[in-house]
């Protein structure tokens, strides 16, 4: 009985660490950092887009950003590379995950097994453009608000640079999931 309590214990304890500082309010972090994160943001965004951005803001007080490739309107995969507001917010959730769950290692292990499994960790510089057409998806990005809902719009688009971008983080992340989808899609055609 003592070990069903224990472990049910460290059930709600890790339940709580993934399901606490799940979001960002963009006002808990400076202006400073904020406006480091969208210049990030950008500067990747044109790498992503091979110099050549259709779209490429970012707002510091927000941090909302929108970036699209000229070539084709299509959105690259931020969110598979570092230097980009979706990596930097991911990161700011595992740091709050840390420092919420000191002296309690299952909470912070799985801290860091979301953080692996969430946050990009492609280097936008080691990007290389391929010849590969796909399609991609056009997504405008909103940062949660402090209320914690996160907002946001996509529209199907034909893609080659961005797609591939996105390909290519799949590929580098060495994601089965994507191959299970190719497959199933496939499989299904038949």
């Not at 402090?146 to 590929?171: D, H, I, V």
Request: aromatic share 6%.
């Amino acid at each position: 009985m003592l070990a069903k309590s224990l472990a049910v214990a460290l059930f709600v304890s890790v339940v709580a660490a993934q399901s606490s500082n799940d979001t960002i309010n963009p006002s808990s972090i400076t202006l400073t950092l904020r406006n480091q994160w969208c210049q990030g943001q950008q500067n990747t965004c044109g790498t992503l887009c091979s110099g050549d951005p259709g779209t490429n803001n970012c707002d510091p007080d927000t941090l909302t950003y929108n970036c699209t490739c000229a070539a084709n309107n299509s959105a690259p995969g931020l969110q598979y590379y570092t230097q980009t507001i979706p990596t930097f917010e991911c990161e700011q959730i595992f740091q709050n995950c840390i420092n919420s769950n000191v002296g309690d290692a299952a909470a912070q292990a799985l801290c860091n097994t979301n953080e692996k499994a969430n946050c990009g960790h492609l280097d936008p510089d080691n990007f290389t453009e391929t010849a590969a057409t796909t399609s991609s998806a056009s997504m405008t990005a909103t940062s949660t608000s402090s209320s914690g809902a996160a907002t946001g719009s996509s529209t199907g688009t034909s893609s080659s640079k961005a797609g591939a971008a996105t390909l290519a983080a799949m590929r580098n992340l060495g994601t089965g999931a994507f191959a299970v989808g190719v497959g199933a899609a496939f499989g299904y055609m038949l």
